[in-house]
């Protein structure tokens, strides 16, 4: 049971404009590459460096993240499906058990952070001109920035939610517990939206709330946690001169934003992937890990300068 503190958290899906549905998940995404769009010409300028080339960036930096995001849920998370499934990967539906518009679901940021390295590694060497840890020590800030908002809309897609808890903390995500077809099997509502605002509201349907666990809110702990990320990035390059240090930013980015999702994992529900083969730490625990020791490996080495 629930926890009587415990937030009730059934959000409507977006801005309703009447003739178009902007997703506040979908928002969240144009608001992180926006500011970092914005940072970064804050970036290029002070580095004095065109803003013709910020453009391909912005480019090389999107496509990085949404393509790796998506391949790294792929093979992550959910091989065993998609290697019978193989069209569905790029496709924003399914076919089975019946024909479903899903849209793109199922992003996996350590699939993200390794695209945008390769995505780096091809611009730093083709546009920029300037070595792979000059751009990686820059580029980090905005990605540090842009992780706050994902997360906060993950929350508002009642998506990557943590385990059941009675602390106060708890939040009753609807739309997790109950499946679109479930609520209005449940409640005999023909729409989607109705039926999870009746069993919400309704006092006809309070069996069913009843029946929806108090959980942590893990994205938000992690977009709160990544605010504090971003603030050090950024005011280390402005105020200090360890951008001068050769992969240090990048290194400190890597040790500190990927130890937040190691230990928010601890409260976060199974995303599934790997981790029953291995035992002892959840996937995306594993797959921090290296992020880590890379990190601090440039952490220590930033003083020498790195040949790339």
Known sequence: MAPSLS???????????????????SLMFVIAFGLGWYIMKRIFENENE??????????????????GARLGHVFFYDWEYYRNHLSEILLPFRFEPHFEFTGFQGLASHGAAIAIIV??????????NRPLLWVLDR???????GAIFVRIGNFFNSEIVGKETTSSFGIQFIRDHFSARDAMAKTQITSPK??????????????LLQQVPAKHPAQ??????????????????????????SGFLFGLFLVLLWSVRFVVEYV??????????????????????PFILVGLYFIFNAEKPIEV
Not at 50 to 67: G, M, N, P, Q, R
């Open 139 to 145: 580029v980090v800030i905005p990605v540090a920035s």
């Open 220 to 245: 938000l702990y992690e977009s709160f946690c990544y605010i504090f990320v971003f603030a050090i990035l950024f005011f280390l390059y402005w105020k200090t001169n360890v951008k001068e240090k």
């Open 268 to 289: 976060k529900e199974s995303q599934g992937g790997f981790e029953e083969a291995l035992g002892l730490l959840s996937t995306g625990q594993w797959l921090s890990i």
């Open 7 to 25: 937030i009730v958290w059934n959000p409507s899906e977006g801005i309703d404009l009447g003739f178009f549905v902007i997703r506040y998940y």
């Open 50 to 67: 065109s803003l013709e080339k910020l453009d391909s960036l912005f480019i090389w930096t999107v496509l990085a993240t949404l393509l």
């Open 119 to 128: 995505a780096m590694y091809y611009f730093s060497k083709n546009v920029m």
């Open 194 to 207: 109705e039926a999870y605002h009746a069993i919400a509201n309704n006092p006809q349907f309070a069996e």
